[in-house]
T-cell receptor, first 113, second 111 residues
Framework: ETGVTQTPRHLVMGMTNKKSLKCEQH?????MYWYKQSAKKPLELMFV???????ENNSVPSRFSPECPNSSHLFLHLHTLQPEDSALYLC????????????FGDGTRLSIL | GQQLNQSPQSMFIQEGEDVSMNCTSS?????WLWYKQEPGEGPVLLIA?????ELTSNGRLTAQFGITRKDSFLNISASIPSDVGIYFC???????????FGEGTQLTVNP
């Protein structure tokens, strides 16, 4: 079983829906990350949390809203998404921001209708 | 942003062949990571490199941190069908900077 668990694995939503992606890590790590993975493109870093504090927002549109209630859980709240937001959303964790490597979950495949 | 050039973009090989891929940058890195991603799954860490010149193996996989600190190589020996997937390199320039990922090398192994 992976140390980083993401739910749901697949999500189809309309542009006006509100949904949330969940990530939980069982590795005792203190840093958590959200990435967007689109076909034929490098992984795009979206957000970083270190010890529950957001330390990176990589110019992500406000229709994506992260939440980190504790070091083990990370959410990505979605609202009024666009078709170009369809992608695989990956969560990762590391010991802390300074200590690599990062360990990834299996992602949520998001499709926007 | 910082770009990593990963090559080749794709490889089609016969089972039993050796594979070599690499990542290059115009900047110096102090960490290189190699990941493998299979369909429907997230990237899985294969090898982590932290020192220039470092050569590290993980089974049939061997990765090297280039001595110029601007590149890294991954070799797979005696490939098997389960080696199929996308291999990503990732690098970090300095302490406090973010990981940069390559675009990946899609490996196909024909039995």
């Amino acid at each position: 079983e992976t140390g980083v668990t993401q739910t749901p694995r697949h999500l189809v939503m309309g542009m006006t829906n509100k949904k949330s992606l969940k990530c939980e890590q069982h590795l005792g790590h203190n840093a958590m990350y959200w990435y967007k993975q689109s076909a034929k493109k490098p992984l795009e870093l979206m957000f970083v949390y270190n010890f529950k504090e957001q330390t990176e927002n990589n110019s992500v549109p406000s229709r994506f809203s992260p939440e980190c209630p504790n070091s083990s859980h990370l959410f990505l709240h979605l609202h009024t998404l666009q078709p170009e937001d369809s992608a695989l959303y990956l969560c990762a964790s590391s010991q802390d921001e300074e200590v690599q490597p990062q360990h990834f979950g299996d992602g949520t495949r998001l499709s926007i209708l | 942003g910082q770009q990593l050039n990963q090559s080749p973009q794709s490889m089609f090989i016969q089972e039993g062949e050796d594979v070599s891929m690499n990542c290059t940058s115009s900047s110096i890195f102090n960490t290189w990571l190699w990941y493998k991603q299979e369909p429907g799954e997230g990237p899985v860490l294969l090898i982590a490199l932290y020192k220039a010149g470092e050569l590290t193996s993980n089974g049939r996989l061997t990765a090297q941190f280039g001595i110029t600190r601007k590149d890294s190589f991954l070799n797979i020996s005696a490939s098997i069908p389960s080696d199929v997937g996308i291999y990503f390199c990732a690098g970090r320039k300095t302490s406090g900077s973010r990981l940069t990922f390559g675009e990946g090398t899609q490996l196909t192994v024909n039995p």
